[in-house]
């Protein structure tokens, strides 16, 4: 069973509870009808992005904000619950990622909210033929749901959250629309630092032991070497083969990648032992997260995180 459904019936059972304790202590069944304007986000990577397009005008309440949780998995607790329930606007990656987010919005009825992945399949033009379960971790020849990592997808969800908070707050909607182009200019330290890697390293070897950056690395043009059933099973929260594990440590040992992608956010043995292999034959190991690092912004952090890769790179060619 993928990751982010692994715990789906304890899921499921915490969100009634949570559901049901939202139908006594919501504020009402209107958004804003205190006439404040409240804007919740699944985790604090989208917090970010709608904090720079709200600006000084509104607070942004990020559910998930702790480094080392893990969205999959996470459970809306029945404050979670009610603040989902009482927003004015709800932004999500979609995509099954932020699942919980769904389930809450599913159970409550609609409301104005800006799904990343789905303005990630609108600029694209391409949509998952499967269900949520069937391409769960699948980046190598599917749909990955890891926009945040696409620059293109993040300019467009800010764009997005400008619009609706334009709708929800005219008075400052040239604001927003203003904020939104701010961010976009500086969403290009990132998309610059990408380019650069593309430029000087064409179709480099690399290897991952999880699925999370690979946007990324995608807009940088390297070349993912990792055995599809190691990252996929690593993603999908079960055992990798041990013909996949000794594949990938063989990349590692050999030299035949020039840098490890680490996701520090979810570790296990194996990948813990990926990584050791890795800092063992000299390898440089990137590290890349699904939550924002505290003190850091999204710009900063993804532009830290591309010039890490590059850094890495430079340091090896």
Same mark, same amino acid.
């Given at each position: /069973?993928?990751?982010?459904?692994?715990?789906?019936?304890?899921?499921?059972?915490?969100?009634?509870?949570?559901?049901?304790?939202?139908?006594?202590?919501?504020?009402?069944?209107?958004?804003?009808?205190?006439?404040?304007?409240?804007?919740?986000?699944?985790?604090?990577?989208?917090?970010?992005?709608?904090?720079?397009?709200?600006?000084?005008?509104?607070?942004?309440?990020?559910?998930?904000?702790?480094?080392?949780?893990?969205? *999959?998995?996470?459970?809306?607790?029945?404050? &979670?619950?009610?603040?989902?329930?009482?927003?004015?606007?709800?932004?999500?990656?979609?995509?099954?990622?932020?699942?919980?987010?769904?389930?809450?919005?599913?159970?409550?009825?609609?409301?104005?909210?800006?799904?990343?992945?789905?303005?990630?399949?609108?600029?694209?033009?391409? @949509?998952?033929?499967?269900?949520?379960?069937? @391409?769960?971790? *699948?980046? *190598?020849?599917?749909?990955?749901? *890891?926009?945040?990592?696409?620059?293109?997808?993040?300019?467009?969800?800010?764009?997005?959250?400008?619009?609706?908070?334009?709708?929800? &707050?005219?008075?400052?909607?040239?604001?927003?629309?203003?904020?939104?182009?701010?961010?976009?200019?500086?969403?290009?330290?990132?998309?610059?630092?990408?380019?650069?890697?593309?430029?000087? @390293? @064409?179709?480099?070897?690399?290897?991952?032991?999880?699925?999370?950056?690979?946007?990324?690395?995608?807009?940088?043009?390297?070349?993912?070497?990792?055995?599809?059933?190691?990252?996929?099973?690593?993603?999908?929260?079960?055992?990798?083969?041990?013909?996949?594990?000794?594949?990938?440590?063989?990349?590692?040992?050999?030299?035949?990648?020039?840098?490890?992608?680490?996701?520090?956010?979810?570790?296990?043995?194996?990948?813990?032992?990926?990584?050791?292999?890795?800092?063992?034959?000299?390898?440089?190991?990137?590290?890349?997260?699904?939550?924002?690092?505290?003190? /850091? &912004?999204?710009?900063?952090?993804?532009?830290?995180?591309?010039?890490?890769?590059?850094?890495?790179?430079?340091?090896?060619?």
């Amino acid at each position: /069973m993928p990751r982010r459904f692994r715990a789906s019936r304890t899921a499921a059972a915490a969100l009634g509870a949570a559901l049901a304790a939202v139908a006594l202590t919501a504020c009402g069944s209107n958004p804003g009808s205190d006439g404040q304007i409240r804007v919740v986000t699944s985790t604090n990577v989208w917090g970010s992005v709608a904090q720079a397009v709200a600006g000084d005008r509104l607070e942004v309440t990020s559910i998930v904000n702790e480094p080392s949780a893990d969205p *999959h998995s996470y459970e809306a607790s029945p404050s &979670d619950a009610a603040k989902i329930t009482d927003a004015s606007l709800v932004v999500l990656n979609g995509g099954g990622y932020d699942q919980f987010v769904e389930d809450v919005l599913e159970s409550t009825g609609p409301k104005p909210t800006v799904d990343a992945f789905d303005l990630y399949e609108e600029r694209t033009g391409t @949509h998952a033929t499967e269900s949520a379960e069937e @391409h769960a971790g *699948h980046s *190598h020849g599917s749909i990955n749901e *890891h926009v945040w990592y696409d620059i293109p997808t993040v300019d467009a969800t800010a764009n997005a959250i400008a619009a609706e908070l334009g709708k929800l &707050d005219p008075e400052g909607a040239d604001t927003y629309l203003r904020n939104a182009e701010t961010f976009r200019s500086r969403l290009r330290q990132v998309s610059e630092t990408t380019a650069s890697i593309a430029a000087a @390293h @064409h179709d480099a070897p690399i290897a991952q032991t999880e699925p999370i950056a690979h946007y990324l690395l995608q807009a940088a043009t390297l070349k993912d070497l990792t055995p599809p059933a190691f990252t996929g099973a690593i993603e999908n929260g079960t055992d990798p083969s041990p013909a996949s594990i000794a594949q990938t440590r063989e990349l590692l040992a050999d030299k035949k990648v020039l840098v490890l992608v680490y996701n520090s956010q979810t570790v296990d043995k194996v990948t813990e032992n990926i990584r050791e292999t890795a800092e063992n034959a000299g390898v440089p190991v990137v590290e890349v997260t699904e939550t924002l690092p505290e003190g /850091m &912004d999204f710009v900063q952090w993804q532009t830290e995180t591309a010039r890490a890769l590059a850094a890495a790179l430079n340091g090896v060619s």
